[in-house]
T-cell receptor
Framework: DARVTQTPRHKVTEMGQEVTMRCQPI?????VFWYRQTMMQGLELLAYFRNRAPLDDSGMPKDRFSAEMPDATLATLKIQPSEPRDSAVYFC????????????????????FGPGTRLTVL | QQPVQSPQAVILREGEDAVINCSSSKALYSVHWYRQKHGEAPVFLMI?????EQKGHEKISASFNEKKQQSSLYLTASQLSYSGTYFC?????????????????FGKGTKLSVKP
């Protein structure tokens, strides 16, 4: 049963500390998404990668957030320094795009979400 | 631009029907629907593509009006298991002839509660 895994599941830290969240996408999926979910804003896209290359990270606060894919089986999201307003559930999702027109990426198929990391910054 | 969902919340009795709407101010390539139960991750329901192709499952259907940039999710004869928050995710059109922008923008969700 293929699943996206995320670690840690819960993280409580103090303001100013570094936080690293990890995601293992489903084997064979070439696209990885990072989302942040809060009551106020809902599900926000932070960044996404295709074939390990970053395609868009415009949703991330650049001064403190960074996302990488060191290899095809691992994606990381790092916050340094963390702030109380970063408290949220962070989801990783993976998927593969369907073929589109003239070789361009078409609509994405189903995104498979991981269980999320619940981050609390005190 | 974040799509707008309506209503924000709805309460049903088992067996009743509901419609959840999703509208965008941008030309869309596709609309995706997800359901999230409390404390869990969102789970895919279906995709509606420009041109009318629809993919999905379960006893839930949806429509996509490309000209109005709107989609509606139809839940008929609701079951207790339908309870949760429903999100629409929209893909903007990259070019005038089609193609996907490549990522989803999710609405704020519609909370559905089905009571016995």
């Amino acid at each position: 049963d293929a699943r996206v895994t995320q670690t840690p599941r819960h993280k409580v830290t103090e303001m100013g500390q570094e936080v690293t969240m990890r995601c293992q996408p489903i084997l064979g999926h070439n696209t990885v998404f990072w989302y942040r979910q809060t009551m106020m804003q809902g599900l926000e896209l932070l960044a996404y990668f295709r074939n390990r290359a970053p395609l868009d990270d415009s949703g991330m606060p650049k001064d403190r957030f960074s996302a990488e894919m060191p290899d095809a089986t691992l994606a990381t999201l790092k916050i340094q320094p963390s702030e109380p307003r970063d408290s949220a559930v962070y989801f990783c999702a993976s998927g593969s795009p369907a073929p589109g027109l003239a070789g361009e990426a078409g609509s994405y198929n189903e995104q498979f979400f991981g269980p999320g990391t619940r981050l609390t910054v005190l | 631009q974040q799509p707008v969902q309506s209503p924000q919340a709805v309460i049903l009795r088992e067996g009743e029907d509901a419609v959840i709407n999703c509208s965008s101010s941008k030309a869309l390539y596709s609309v995706h629907w997800y359901r999230q139960k409390h404390g869990e991750a969102p789970v895919f329901l279906m995709i509606l593509l420009k041109g009318g192709e629809q993919k999905g499952h379960e006893k839930i259907s949806a429509s996509f009006n490309e000209k109005k940039q709107q989609s509606s999710l139809y839940l008929t004869a609701s079951q207790l298991s339908y309870s949760g928050t429903y999100f629409c995710g929209t893909e903007k059109e990259k070019w005038s002839y089609g193609g996907s922008q490549g990522n989803l923008i999710f609405g704020k969700g519609t909370k559905l509660s089905v009571k016995p």
